[in-house]
């Protein structure tokens, strides 16, 4: 599972609205098959992103609404309108698996999981319905656009955990 993760949060990730735009995301298809759950243990951008607005969530925010969007509990039902993450692999593979396993066998993976989930240090933040969010995000001390140029813009949305 952890082999296909990050293939399917860079496969899915989201471009900019007009055609003649370049895309937020640099990976090229071929080092996309090749990122490892590492890429979300450092915090050096380069490579990854064209421009992006990074989020420093609450630790609650991350442990409890982050994890839960990636990787729901046993018997969640997710909303009818919700984005990308249906079209992943890991997600159905997921959510075959939890189907699978009793409840207390659920809660035990889901918390082995965490384990490695406590250790990124980012993941695109995730919206009610929606893995990749670029709405703008306005200003405020948690907040920072990269590169700086980019403040009024649209981009993809990241969360930093704290």
């Known amino acids: 599972m952890w082999r296909q993760f990050p293939f399917d949060i860079f496969e ?17 298809s071929h080092d996309r098959e090749q990122t490892t759950v590492e890429v979300f ?18 630790t609650e925010t991350w442990d409890d609404t982050q994890f839960k969007r990636y990787f729901p509990p046993k018997g969640f039902e997710p909303p009818r309108a919700l984005q990308n993450f249906r079209l992943m ?3 159905r593979d997921w959510n075959a698996l939890m189907l699978q396993l009793s409840v207390t066998d659920a809660e035990r993976v889901r918390q082995q999981v965490f384990e490695t989930f406590k250790t990124f240090k980012w993941l695109p933040l995730t919206g009610s319905d929606r893995m990749w969010a670029t709405k703008k995000l306005r200003g405020g001390d948690s907040i920072r656009h990269l590169p700086s140029r980019f403040v009024d813009k649209s981009a993809p949305q990241i969360a930093i955990n704290p």
């Open 89 to 91: 692999k890991y997600y």
């Open 12 to 28: 899915r990730a989201p471009n900019q609205r007009s055609a003649q735009q370049s895309a937020y995301i640099l990976l090229m």
């Open 41 to 58: 243990q450092r915090t050096d951008f380069t490579g990854i992103f064209r421009c992006m607005a990074a989020k420093l969530v609450s």
